[in-house]
């Protein structure tokens, strides 16, 4: 069993920044580990994700450029840093891991752990 802690979250005004960070603890694997985030009323949506040896990133185009996903195997550690951030980012941000190693779904039917999420406020 894999468990993941998301921490990192908070209240920010628009163009600051955030790092969040998931420590995996567990039965842990070196596999594409992901964000996800869901705002009120919305359907939970990909933001960014690694795979297992950081090699290889991608972005939902809404965040590209502006966040920046990484990972420590040696932590079991996967961070988000968000930067220039606005109000349409304001979401529960999820922790996902899947057990594909370089392949990296968007869909959060391919991740099979889930965080229990922290929340990101961006006022106006």
């Known amino acids: 069993q894999v468990q993941l802690v998301e921490s990192g979250g908070g209240l920010v005004q628009a163009g600051g920044s955030l790092r969040l960070a998931c420590a995996a603890s567990?039965?842990?694997?070196?596999?594409?580990m992901a964000w996800f985030r869901q705002a009120p009323g919305k359907e939970r949506n990909f933001v960014a994700a690694?795979?297992?040896?950081?090699?290889?990133?991608r972005y939902a185009d809404s965040v590209k450029g502006r966040f920046t996903i990484s990972r420590d195997n040696a932590k079991n550690t996967v961070y988000l840093q968000m930067n220039s951030l606005q109000p349409e980012d304001t979401a529960v941000y999820y922790c996902?891991?899947?057990?594909?190693?370089?392949?990296?779904?968007?869909?959060?039917?391919?991740?099979?752990?889930w965080g229990q999420g922290t929340q990101v406020t961006v006022s106006s």
């Open positions: 567990g039965r842990t694997f070196n596999n594409v």
């Open positions: 996902a891991l899947s057990l594909r190693l370089n392949i990296i779904p968007m869909s959060d039917r391919e991740y099979v752990y």
């Open positions: 690694i795979n297992w040896s950081g090699s290889i990133t």
